[in-house]
């Protein structure tokens, strides 16, 4: 095969590779912009491996939740 056919396949991966990567930046920002929300995860602990204690905050006020997977239960508030 000639030189110029694998010249041209280089190419064209690379300018697909490009555009893959543009296309990744650009929904990043948007799933970035579509999910900031007012709720944070600030710290995760798993107990078990069906239980987990989070620390949340939602508009200012920092909640101690416990979480399994039959249920989900605030156990401290703080304002």
Not at 33 to 59: A, H, M, Q, T
Request: proline fraction near 1%.
């Amino acid at each position: 095969m000639a030189t110029s056919y694998y010249v041209q396949v280089i190419l064209t991966l690379g300018a697909l590779i490009g555009m893959l990567f543009v296309i990744q930046k650009f929904t990043k920002g948007i799933y970035r912009k579509k999910f900031s929300g007012d709720i944070k995860i600030l710290d995760r602990i798993p107990v078990d491996s069906n239980s987990s204690l989070l620390y949340v905050e939602c508009n200012s006020i920092k909640v101690l939740v416990a979480n399994n997977t039959k249920s989900i239960e605030v156990l401290h508030k703080w304002v």
